[in-house]
């Protein structure tokens, strides 16, 4: 007897571009969940409208967010990969799990806070209740794996308080969600200036985004925080020296890393030859995925045609969910 996979949801906000922090901290995960898991990853575009994106971009973003993770390794042979608005089962079971959601719970959420701070003339409801789309999503599908970020654990949290509320309430639907990744393979990327991890939103000239030009990869390493060098042998790296030779690990040969942990080591390392090496390095890595997401991205009948099909495979199951959530409520009358 086959054991049926263990299913995984994950979102991708279709706001920003992505950049290497994406690429190492989540879509190179992704890719290898894909062996793994019975994997439904789609974009995030109901979520992005708690910021009002412009109509026009919106489609653009939609686009790209696709092309760049189907370059980056997502195959859509092997995920459902779909657009969250085209799941209007997903919005159904928002609006009944909203009647278990409180607005005292809602209002302590850290993130929400965040956001009322940042933004006092953008308090909408649907910031309010981010979570509880955010539950919609994963419990639609029933998922049982969620890889999230540190920041979204607390969300997380609540979509497992959202199942058993239901399940409670009305009979046992919902698998409870937790969170997942592989470990050993989480990558933290810094920013280029040492400020804090690398951002869509932060500083661009510090960031190394997917679809950067050969010449912006090298001028971005180039300008990258560095010192004097290293005042004794074997000397602790300070993080943004740290950060340097982390993405050299990611993308430069171990014979090239050894070269350059050698030199700062013995205190005759040139920082100047490092970046010059890091950027060919980098270069040779993001260019590729660069070139294959453009190529989608103007392809748009295979993207139709990917996003239809993983609609059909997401709203499958998803209908069936939402059939039996239906019924245990007694929300059916014929």
């Known amino acids: 007897m086959v054991k049926e996979k263990e299913i995984v949801v994950s979102g991708i906000r279709s706001t920003g571009i992505l950049h290497l922090g994406n690429y190492f ?11 793994e898991f ?11 409208l708690t910021t009002h994106p412009d109509p026009k971009d919106l489609r653009g973003n939609v686009y790209r967010v696709l092309a760049e993770n189907i370059a980056s390794g997502l195959d859509p042979e092997k995920v459902t990969l779909y657009v969250q608005s085209d799941i209007p089962e997903i919005a159904e079971l928002y609006l009944l799990l909203n009647m278990m959601a409180y607005k ?8 929400f806070k965040d956001k009322v701070r940042q933004n006092p003339d953008n308090v909408n409801a649907g910031l309010l209740t981010y979570p509880v789309l955010m539950t919609a999503d994963i419990l639609v599908q029933r998922a ?8 979204q654990e607390q969300h997380l949290e609540m979509s497992r308080n959202f199942a058993q509320r239901f399940n409670n309430r009305y009979g046992f639907l919902f698998p409870e969600p937790f969170p997942f990744n592989y470990g050993d393979d989480l990558v933290r990327i810094m920013s280029l200036d040492g400020n804090g991890k690398m951002s869509k939103s932060e500083n661009e000239n510090s960031t190394l985004y997917l679809n950067d030009t050969d010449d912006a990869i090298r001028n971005k390493i180039k300008k990258a925080k560095t010192d004097s060098g290293p005042q004794e042998e074997n000397s602790e790296k300070p993080d943004y020296i740290n950060n340097l030779f982390t ?29 010059k090496q890091l950027g060919e ?47 245990l409520m007694g929300i059916n009358f014929y």
């Open 104 to 111: 005292g719970e809602l209002e302590k959420v850290p993130t």
């Open 38 to 48: 019975n994997c439904y990853f789609f974009v995030a575009d109901w979520h992005s």
């Open 281 to 327: 390095d980098m270069v040779a890595f993001i260019a590729p995925i660069r070139e294959k997401a453009a190529a989608i991205q103007q392809d748009h009948a295979y993207l139709h045609r990917i996003m239809r099909e993983g609609a059909d495979k997401a709203r499958a199951t998803a209908s069936q969910t939402l059939s039996e959530a239906r019924k």
């Open 25 to 35: 901290g989540a879509i190179r995960n992704y890719i290898r969940m894909q062996e």
């Open 247 to 275: 993405l050299m690990k990611l993308v430069s040969t171990p014979d090239t890393v050894q070269f350059f942990e050698e030199a700062f080591n013995k205190c005759n390392i040139r920082y100047g030859d490092m970046k």
């Open 144 to 151: 049982v794996k969620v890889p999230v970020g540190k920041d």
